[in-house]
């Protein structure tokens, strides 16, 4: 079956601070993709990536940075000199890639972002 | 990606009652899906919608409570039916992109059953 665990339910820092959200997965498909998306208070989901199982890659986007590594099953997030507009919770998703491409999200992680 | 809408952004609603929920999405688009998101929770996925055949429900999530419509590849409603306060979440839909197999998501829709 697949899971997404996000063990860190809160994590709180100062900003200017880097801060890694966790993300481990479990699944049996050999090709599969990963998701991270942000919901601030505002409660809208804003997608933030997307990779692919077989590209391990490591990807920048600015201020945001993601590490995936297959053989730990981790999809792991951080981001350099946190902003207090970087508050928000985090979700990592799994989603098969035929079929019905069903997310399966994980927990989430709310980051609070201190002035 | 895809410019999504949700009516009603946010409704009260007495126990017993229903509500219907419309996404409207600014392209054509084959799969679409609800969600549910209980207060600080996760995002469940109650059902996939395609144009043309039956929504396809998860476990625990049964047509009758949850009545879905897909008249067509830009848009869908979500009836939540004889409701109770359990069901007081965030109800969002999204689209699938073809492309680039990202789901793109509505603003959702705020429910409190009282």
């Known amino acids: 079956a697949q899971k997404v665990t996000q063990a860190q339910t809160e994590i709180s820092v100062v900003e200017k601070e880097d801060v890694t959200l966790d993300c481990v997965y479990e699944?049996?498909?050999?090709?599969?993709?990963l998701f991270w998306y942000k919901q601030p208070p505002s409660g809208e989901l804003v997608f933030l990536i997307r990779?692919?199982?077989?590209?391990?890659q490591n990807e920048i986007s600015g201020r945001y940075s993601w590490n995936f590594q297959k053989s730990t099953s981790s999809f792991n997030f951080t981001i350099t000199a946190s902003q207090v507009v970087d508050s928000a919770v985090y979700f990592c998703a799994l989603s098969e890639t035929s079929g019905t491409y069903k997310y399966i999200f994980g927990t989430g992680t709310r980051l609070k972002v201190l002035a | 990606s895809a410019v999504i809408s949700q009516k009603p952004s946010r409704d009260i609603c007495q126990r017993g009652t229903s509500l219907t929920i419309q996404c409207q999405v600014d392209s054509q688009v084959t799969m679409m899906f609800w969600y549910r998101q209980q207060p600080g929770q996760s995002l469940t996925l109650i059902a996939t919608?395609?144009?043309?055949?039956?929504?396809?429900?998860e476990s625990g999530f049964v047509i009758d409570k949850f009545p879905i419509s897909r008249p067509n590849l830009t848009f869908s409603t979500l009836t939540v039916s004889n409701m109770s306060p359990e069901d007081s979440s965030i109800y969002l839909c999204s689209v699938l992109s073809a492309s680039s197999y990202e789901q793109y998501f509505g603003p959702g829709t705020r429910l409190t059953v009282t």
């Open positions: 990779r692919n199982s077989f590209d391990e």
């Open positions: 919608a395609n144009q043309g055949s039956e929504a396809t429900y």
């Open positions: 699944t049996r498909d050999t090709t599969y993709y």
